[in-house]
């Protein structure tokens, strides 16, 4: 496992730990808000346009309709699980854990793009359709999640309509989408004038993003007041299991051992973005302090350091 | 200062928030308002500061100055969700100018 | 709250006009003043955000905490723009401290 | 508008400073604030803006709602330093919402 | 004319176009401002640079001298018809035509530079010096639309001396020439340096800030009020007669079909950040939710979708 | 000495002389003031990587400790005659004297890294582990500052434990020493991935930054209201005499002449972030303006352009 363990040295892991740390510390060092939105905007238009082009040289398959298939079923059905632990072993209310579960049948962006660097790296890389699979699995669970809030309660809030829009017209959903349909329109021949960019300054830009994410994580955990230990641990043990069972249904449908890794890190990995603004929009009861911690605090630090190489060992020992 | 009939109201809200408080202000006949930015604070919830990566509890301040009347409708329809939204209400007595527009 | 004599007078106008108005404040006798950023808003020239593009339209506010006569000589000279800049004025009796500064 | 006891304090001071005035704050019983950021502005000290470069002078705008009696004891305690620390302070005569709170 | 539409499938273009649905849509993703801002700025330092070595390289010359006298003409008198046809077929009022006029006298710079990739990637790159022309033909437009508003109207705002400096040493302007300078001094092996961020970074930050204006032009269109029909047809047909008379006055003062072409391409632009600032101080009567759906919404995309081939095609035929 | 101005034209500088004089004229342009601190932070962990992979390349070595130690003293001494001069010849007032003179003991990031740019491009490459010895130099010069302020004046506010923790953690300090230490692990090898961005792209980003730092210096400079002549006298007299220090110093310990000349560099720079935040919050009655108008506006703009080959002058002819 040594060699899994290899990639927790990389530049971008460790720039993660310098935010963390100084986050810790109390040291004043913050990304300013725009620079880091500004950041998060690039690294999505850079993935979709590297999967969008790696798949317009890989042609369509069978294996991207299983993968999309699969996403998709996750997205669904993780929420029921993860409702039913926050429930049981959280001792949550309904609503806070409805919200909660939204966020963990979600995605989130930077976990997929650390683990493709990860895998890449380890000579795993997973097929580029995985871009659109990641962008087909961030809203559905909002609607599950909606869902078992109202489960047995009609009067909590609801949001109609403007939340289905809001939810599918998402800034990163579009963002993904849209440059995924770019770098499939333009090819590898379109590509090379924006490469220097896109691709060569990718894994830089990454550092800096997740510099200011490790501050953020640290912030929002020593701020938060409503995180028990149990949650604590419940943000843990759950994506570990949310990640088996992504590395199963993708074995299953017969996926390659990177493209499985990524699989089950992605059911692993828990929103912090779209699936937030969302709940404090449709379910504005339940508390953003304890979501985000569980999420950006505990459950991102957990997947980008041990997660994805327990997903890929993982997926390795079933591949 | 004579009580010239107008108020100034600012309700200090989470952003993702202002499309529905913007709906129920149009309900309450209140079509201009103003939003300004934050940059963090402190509460019963905790300390927060603006940090991108999750915009949902970034608070913003909606600003509108309107006559008393509407601002007895906008009062109704906000305070039972003051709670639950977790907003800040302040009404000011205000002087204004052009009384006619508000 | 007695009326101290003090005013806070806020100014909502486009970010161009602000070398404008400041001259017209320091005219009526004003020489502090703050300038706040805002997000967005609507009115009944619709609805506006900011966008970089064009800062042309891009509002920001006028802040300034004046004695009762500096608010006079400054209502006095805005007031006939107020409809051409398209700007709002509001203005709240004030408490201060160091009276004299103001 | 009868007053109905609470005050909206804000105070102008440098970034910096903020730390300091949050703890005189929770001394004078003030657990709830919002910090605004500002464009610029000018005074006796001159013009200023916003520039990255050295905060140390960039202005922020501490905005509390409070009662009468925690806005009586934070004037006690800010007073002796607004000279030094270069501070605005104005005071209004707010109507608040679940006045338990503030 | 199929291989002149080619660049609208360029990546530059597609992030363009996925702006303006995003926008449209009503998708709530949106590029801070201050990032927006950055980028521009990059943008002019960057083309400033690029023009300035390139005369460096190839020196000074009687064409560098025709096409400053041709652009700065062009500034002056372009207003003229279009402020008539704004009176006569526009119906708008004196104040409202005149701001408008200036707009379209005076150039955008994203539209430069659209069109200088347009033209260097089908074989026909203009001159290292409309780099300067650009620079020089931002504000006499400006000036010639406030003595549009005067006459026959005593009572029009002025701003005076306080105007001509702001025109004058608009950011803009100070950077391009800046820029420019700073280019003719180092030279080419003094950018080698700076090469990578200024050269090889181009293309791609020129889709991110593309993708932006995507945003702002639907957003602007969807809001705005007074942009009547006629109105939106002026804002295409104007840009065709001025690229048309550019086009013209290029060839007949003897350059090169590339840089005709990109002299059209300045006629027909219409100014959206400089002039809308210097007109709203000016002339605050005049409504700047029209200008700015005029300029921004409606000729800015025409311009850079179908108005750059048009140019082409036009100053190929001529030439 | 002709050689040793050539610098004077590299486009780092232009850009810096440029955004002074746009600043002069009161042009409009703006750097908007997150990405001037996106672009402060860049470069800090650019040179932190930098630094640190250049150590693990050479190894720690006694030279290094010398350096360290030299650094040290520099920024505890320093302040000392500084203050001496401010009150004797700038007629200041103990306060404010001491603030000034924290700001003197203390270093600028910027001045080091265009210092490096100069040494480099002038075969005279500093040691990497010049980039620990800048975060070293940071902190100390603030406590001797409010030393000196306290001294026979019991009644100067102090802020105790709160400003040695916001010392010692500022972020610039944090930002820096965290690089390095990443650079120290990640080696050569790990750092090729990320060279696109913090290698080949610094060079770029420092002139965008310095275009900033001009127009910051420039507003500066005008608005400031009590920087009397003989203040700005001073404020270009204690770096050339400090830098002398300095260059004497590092003579003497056995550095070779690259790194003389950056610790005289360092030594004769006047810090303008770190610095000035801690004074605001320890010593309130000193006036901002003063010190952020003599180091920012008078030293650094000094130091950047005549300064630098100065102190290399004095290093080669010591050395
Ligand atoms: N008394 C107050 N005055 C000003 N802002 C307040 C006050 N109380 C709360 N806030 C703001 O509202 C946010 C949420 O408050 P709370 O719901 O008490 O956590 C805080 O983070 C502050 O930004
Ligand atoms: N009653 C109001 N309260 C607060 N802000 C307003 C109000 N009316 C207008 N505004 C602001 O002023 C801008 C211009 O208003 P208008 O001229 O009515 O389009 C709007 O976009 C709002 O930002
Ligand atoms: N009367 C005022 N109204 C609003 N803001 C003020 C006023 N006086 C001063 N300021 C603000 O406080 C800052 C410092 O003021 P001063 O200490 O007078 O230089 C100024 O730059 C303004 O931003
Ligand atoms: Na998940
Ligand atoms: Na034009
Ligand atoms: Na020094």
């Known amino acids: 496992m040594s060699g899994m363990l290899a990639p927790l040295l990389s530049p971008v892991i ?3 730990v310098l935010g963390a740390t100084a986050g810790f510390a109390r040291s004043d060092l913050a990304i300013p808000e725009q620079i880091a939105k ?5 690294l999505m238009a850079a993935i979709g346009l590297k999967g969008g082009i790696e798949v317009a040289e890989a042609g369509f398959s069978v294996d991207m309709l299983m993968a999309a298939i699969a996403g998709l079923a996750l997205s669904c059905f993780l929420p029921l699980p993860v409702f039913w632990m926050l ?48 962008a087909l699995m961030e809203t559905p669970a909002i609607v599950v999640g909606l869902m078992l809030a109202r489960s047995g309660n009609r009067e909590a809030s609801t949001a109609g309509a403007g939340l289905l829009h809001e939810t599918l017209l998402n800034g990163s959903v579009v963002l993904l989408s849209g440059s995924f349909l770019i770098g499939l329109i333009v090819g590898p021949e379109g590509f090379v004038s924006i490469a220097p960019v896109f691709e060569s300054g990718f ?13 953020v994580a640290a912030r929002r955990l020593r701020g938060s007041r ?3 230990a149990r949650l604590a641990a419940l943000a843990i043990l759950m994506p570990i299991i949310n990640g088996a069972i992504g590395i199963i249904v993708g074995t299953a449908v017969g996926l390659d051992v990177g493209t499985v890794s ?14 937030p603004a969302a709940m404090r929009l449709a379910l504005p009861e339940a508390d953003p302090g304890l ?4 999420s950006l605090a505990v459950t991102f630090p957990f997947n980008i350091t041990l997660g994805i190489p327990l997903y ?6 079933l591949g | 200062m004579t009580d010239t009939g107008y108020r100034k109201i600012e309700i200090l809200l989470d952003a993702p928030l202002v499309p529905r408080l913007v709906d129920i202000a149009r309900q309450a006949g209140i079509t201009g308002y103003t939003i300004f930015p934050t940059l963090g604070g402190a509460g019963q919830g905790g300390l927060w500061s603006e940090d991108l990566v999750a915009g949902a509890d970034t608070k913003v301040l909606f600003w509108t100055v309107v006559s008393l009347d509407k601002a007895a409708a906008l009062q109704d329809a906000v305070e039972p969700l003051l709670t639950a939204y977790g907003m800040v209400w302040v009404a000011t007595a205000a002087d204004v100018l052009r009384p006619g527009r508000f």
């Open chain 1, 203 to 215: 894994r830089g830009v990454l550092c800096l993003f997740l510099l200011d994410m490790g501050l």
């Open chain 1, 226 to 228: 409503t995180l028990t």
């Open chain 1, 262 to 275: 990524i699989l089950g890190t992605l059911a692993a990995s828990a929103s912090y973005i779209a699936v």
């Open chain 1, 14 to 16: 460790l720039f993660f």
């Open chain 1, 87 to 134: 429930r049981r072993f959280g001792r949550l209310d309904r609503i806070n854990a409805a919200a909660v579960s939204a966020h963990y049948g979600s995605v989130s962006v930077v976990t997929f793009v650390a683990g493709v660097e990860v895998l890449s790296s380890s000579g795993l890389p997973p097929q580029g359709y995985m871009v659109a699979v990641l």
């Open chain 1, 38 to 42: 500004g950041l998060s905007l690039y």
């Open chain 1, 291 to 294: 979501y985000l911690a569980m």
């Open chain 1, 312 to 317: 890929t060992l993982m997926a390795t020992g």
